[in-house]
């Protein structure tokens, strides 16, 4: 059985060099080595003798097979002398080897190898001289002893080869028909068999069926020629794991011109493998995610003026890699007249400062199809020096598209909101002339002498014609809000003054639905705040009449007093009544517009559900916040606050109360 190919075939230089013989048996006794000075011997070629038992090219020798046996048996090197002459080198030396003898005579060593452990190793010195030279005998037998050692030395060398081979390798042997004859110590810890499993087991059992019948005829074929093999084979091992193994095959030991065995020599590649087919894997979701978005990957490089695209390059600009070689030049042909300085000055300004770009420019494929694309590009440096300039290309027709339909979309439909907004609004205008006719002369008519029936029935007028005037400013102040179009007088106004305006205002509603109407200011309320009074008083009215509209019993407390929020001082207003309350599900959208609780409040309570949301406009207008808490059955507690002055607007200080006042 062959180790190692380092054994096996011809010498190598150093022991082809040597002056003795030296050949080498596998554990069959069949020629693994003969070097040059044994050929020259015994005109026996290299060829003509490996692969063949020892025994079998000299069948007369005697009691050659038992002195092999009995080396190998006893383990111990052995020293012959004068005994293979008559079967190794029958014949007298053809050129006088030692000028004046006829015969060689020979002194043989026998030595078992430490590895490939059953090779043997003989060693045979040409002792002529050393017999017939007597003179010289000394000297001789010194060059003799000295060839030996040399010789001994390359075999050693030769078990360190084996060694480091093992080492870095995993090593098998097979026969002609695959039959496993060795393996070394890797090859059972890669493929988790022991050398008891593998051996005399032909090689298929670690076929993993990743590769095709043709992928093994192919090596089979190669190998038999007696040609190396090399390749990247797939092997199964025992627990159905895969391993990756680069495999160089070599054909040894030719009889009648074909290989006796086979030894492969393999290294393991299953962390490579794995990392290419991740990398693979990467490639592929890369391309499939650019073919997807539509977006195309490429490089320059500014070393070798190379342009590379992605595939999906080629797609957008609707070419193929076969028709068409990118350029910086033909790259940029293909953007739209307009686009063409853009980006070439965008690509400029990265290649000389390391600009990165981002721009939607219009583009024409090689079809001349019209696309819309972002172009992205960004360059990388060291010391300055630009190296590449890399980006992507997308097509982003369609969401372009879209844009302009939502942009022309949303231009139509402000049209439209503002031709509403103008026609309530002429409405209203319209409708508020003879509305303030009819209350005008209801409050005359009041003035005149009626009996009981009479004046009720103008009372009753006259309120009606007042909720419909207030309905009629709800919605021309919400139709103005949506055209933005209310414009606020701020000026300083007196605290005090503008809460007693209010109170005036609601007191003669609140003692006619029997509530109670109480206004305070906190002591510290600075006195005097500055905004748009009327818009504040709409504000503080609603939240009070709808307090009296929503209360049965009890009454309406307002008041006011100083907050410090974000840093600026404000002034907080709240309304609270003891009133019907807001039910918890209905908080979240009481402040929107045509919002109310319950439908048939507005039947009850009258409204049209604007005012909360007018409110809310109107103190966002002023630079305040608006809230609420509400406890349904018992009552709610409307809030607002107000900054003193509004901002950027100088005199805030002013407006605060001098230490001492209330
Ligand atoms: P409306 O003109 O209908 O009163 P608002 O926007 O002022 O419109 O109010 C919207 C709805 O909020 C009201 O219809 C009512 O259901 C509820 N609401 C407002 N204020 C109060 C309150 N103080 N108590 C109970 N419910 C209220």
Known sequence: ?????????????????????LLQLDAEDCVVRWNQCLQRWTGRSLESVQGRRLTEIYPDAPKLGRLLAETRASRQPRVLSQMFHHWLIPVPLPVGHISGFSEM??????????????HLAITILDVTAGVVGQQRGRAMNRDLIAARDRAELSLRDLEEHEFALDQHAIVAVTDTRGTITYVNEKFCALSQYTREELIGRNHRVLNSGQHSKEFFCGMWATISRGEVWH????????????????????????????????????????????????????????????????????????????????????????????????TLENSVAFYAAGSVPIVSSAFQRAL?????????????????RNLWVRTTGEAEQVDGKTLRVFGSLQDITVRKNVEQVLTQAKAEAELGNRAKSAFLSTMSHEIRTPMNAVIGFS?????????????????????????????????LDYSDMESARIPLKTKALDTAALVAELANGYETKARERQLSLSVSIAPGTPPRLCADGPRLLQVLGNLVSNGIKFTERGGITVQVH?????GRSHLRFTVTDTGIGIPRD???????HFNQVDATNSRLYGGAGLGLAISKRLVELMGGQIGFESEFGRGSTFWFTLPLAPRGEAGAKELLPKSGAT
Request: charged fraction near 25%; charge should be negative.
């Open 586 to 592: 209905r908080h979240a959208e009481i402040f929107q």
């Open 443 to 475: 409050g005359l008519l009041l003035d005149t002498t009626l009996d009981v029936d009479q004046r009720s029935y103008v009372e009753a007028l006259k309120e009606s014609g007042e909720d419909l005037l207030r309905i009629l400013n709800d919605i």
């Open 352 to 368: 000389s400062r390391g600009e990165p770009w981002d721009l939607e420019l219009s583009f024409i494929t090689a079809l001349g």
């Open 105 to 118: 005579q020979q002194e043989c060593h026998l030595r078992l190898l430490a590895a490939p452990s059953d």
């Open 1 to 21: 059985m062959l180790g190692n190919p380092l054994n096996s075939g011809d010498g190598g230089p150093l022991i082809d060099a040597l002056p003795c013989g």
């Open 562 to 566: 100083g907050v410090d929020q974000s």
């Open 231 to 326: 390749g990247e084979v797939c092997n199964l091992a025992k627990d159905g794991g895969r391993y990756w193994v680069d495999t160089t095959v070599v054909p040894l030991g030719r009889r009648e011109g074909k290989p006796a065995k086979y030894i492969a020599i393999r290294t393991d590649i299953t962390a490579r493998k794995r990392s290419e087919a991740v990398l693979a894997l990467q490639a592929r979701l890369l391309r499939q995610t650019q073919q997807s978005a539509q977006i195309g990957g490429w490089e320059y490089d500014c070393t070798t003026g190379r342009l590379h695209w992605t595939e999906e390059m080629f797609r957008l600009h609707e070419l193929t890699p076969s028709n068409h070689e990118p």
